[in-house]
């Protein structure tokens, strides 16, 4: 019998953005089975792309309560393992804390809900639960994210004293001038996105993998919004001044409207020793920077690199890895966890770090909306 994963996804239909990386992803390590789902609210489009993508109608249910009701139903050993939530903000905490409650395993979307009080919630069910639940930082999954992460801890920077972190989009541009089309975006409807546009969608990558790669904590911002028209509320540009501690300071940088900018997520490093720059729509050259050599640029699948990095790709260097790839990576981290197999302590994001998100959302909107004053995390 195989011992593949059985995985069910919520969302993620043929319309969507993410649900193909996730499908990928999910396969890339042969460790999954897609299993069944709900993946549209529609009927209609929820069969017709489950009979395109070959999942059989069984297990194709037509709301996230029939599927939980439907999948209690059957023995534990046929039961979806774990369930991803795919669809947008404002159902991931509905939706995940059911699916605790019942005993599944999730793999969560981010920002992980729509405010800091749901997000301890679900913390709190999953500690009773003692399940296995990871939020898709996606970018944490790059094997030079993960070199960045290794060399930080061992030491190689030094004393960490300055950071930077710029993740600029410009999609939003075309829509914003427009109310007519602004309305027709559920990232910038609050009842569907939650508090926050730009930093809960992006600003909430580059917190995230600041504290990933430094194995730090954000200690105090300061945070100026930018919503760009009065009858806009959620912010669709800020910029965050941040202290790790007294004497490492830096920036979050986020923009939806920096105009024709892609996905342009930049991480700069600066320790005492020697610092790492690696960019996003560049996923493969991590940039180590000392004061006594040339510029050195890292790239995967060496033996150079460490054992965390290396683990995270699977063909021979010069073979581009990108965003599926990164998300293959997460997905992998879970299933060893999910099958009690030794993995590094950043082989997925975890729950915490989706809380930690929610935190960083939330104070960021207090400080701008105090005043741009600094407020403690
Ligand atoms: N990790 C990343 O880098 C990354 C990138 C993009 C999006 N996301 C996150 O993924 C989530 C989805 O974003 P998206 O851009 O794919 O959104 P989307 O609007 O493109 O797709 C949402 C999907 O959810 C489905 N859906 C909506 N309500 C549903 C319901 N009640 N039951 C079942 N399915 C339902 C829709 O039909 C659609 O298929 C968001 O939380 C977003 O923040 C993360």
Same mark, same amino acid.
């Given at each position: 019998m195989s011992n593949k994963i059985r995985l069910g996804i919520l969302g993620g239909g043929g319309d969507s953005l993410i649900g193909v990386v996730h499908r990928i992803a999910s396969n890339m390590f042969d460790r999954y089975q897609l299993v069944g789902g709900c993946f549209n609210p529609n009927i209609e489009d929820n069969n017709s792309f489950a009979e395109r993508i070959g999942i059989p109608l069984n297990r194709v249910y037509a709301s996230f309560d029939i599927l939980i009701e439907e999948e209690l139903k059957l023995p534990v050993e046929e039961r979806m393992e774990v369930i991803s939530v795919l669809t947008p903000n404002f159902l991931h905490f509905p939706m995940a804390k059911k699916l605790l409650e019942n005993g599944f395993n999730v793999i969560c979307e981010k920002p992980l809900t729509t405010s800091y009080a749901e997000a301890l919630e679900l913390e709190a069910i999953q500690e009773e639960?003692?399940?296995v639940f *990871?939020? !898709?930082? !996606?970018?944490?999954?790059? #094997?030079?994210?993960?070199?960045?992460? =290794?060399? %930080?801890?061992?030491?190689?920077?030094?004393?960490?004293?300055?950071?930077d972190l710029q993740y600029y989009q410009g999609w939003i541009?075309?829509?914003?001038?427009?109310? +007519? +089309?602004?309305?027709?975006?559920?990232? /910038?409807? #609050?009842?569907?996105?939650?508090?926050?546009?730009?930093?809960?969608?992006?600003?909430?990558? *580059?917190? =995230?993998? /600041? +504290?990933?790669?430094?194995?730090?904590?954000?200690?105090?911002?300061?945070?100026?919004?930018?919503?760009?028209? *009065?009858?806009?509320?959620?912010?669709? =540009?800020? !910029?965050? /001044? %941040?202290?790790?501690? +007294?004497?490492?300071?830096?920036?979050?940088?986020?923009?939806? %409207?920096?105009t024709a900018e892609e996905n342009n997520f930049t991480v700069q490093i600066y320790g005492s020793k020697g610092s790492l720059k690696w960019q996003q729509e560049n996923p493969n050259a991590l940039i180590h920077l000392t004061e006594d050599l040339p510029m050195q640029v890292l790239k995967p699948g060496h033996d150079y690199l460490s054992e965390f990095s290396l683990d995270g790709s699977k063909i021979p260097p010069g073979h581009p890895e990108g965003i599926f790839d990164s998300m293959g990576n997460i997905y992998n981290g879970v299933a060893k966890a999910l099958r009690n197999e030794r993995h590094d302590e950043g082989a997925f994001p975890t729950l915490h770090d989706g809380v930690r998100g929610m935190l960083f959302i939330e104070k960021v909107l207090d400080s701008n909306a105090n005043g741009n004053t600094w407020v403690t995390l």
């Open positions: 639960k003692q399940a *990871a939020v !898709t930082y !996606t970018y944490t999954g790059y #094997p030079m994210v993960r070199q960045m992460k =290794d060399m %930080i801890r061992r030491g190689v920077l030094g004393t960490i004293q300055k950071v541009n075309p829509v914003i001038h427009h109310p +007519e +089309e602004r309305a027709k975006v559920w990232r /910038l409807d #609050p009842e569907k996105g939650g508090l926050s546009c730009c930093i809960g969608d992006i600003g909430t990558h *580059a917190f =995230d993998m /600041l +504290e990933y790669v430094t194995g730090m904590e954000v200690k105090q911002l300061l945070a100026d919004l930018n919503t760009l028209y *009065a009858d806009n509320s959620l912010d669709v =540009d800020g !910029t965050v /001044l %941040i202290r790790m501690s +007294e004497y490492c300071k830096g920036v979050i940088r986020a923009s939806q %409207i920096a």
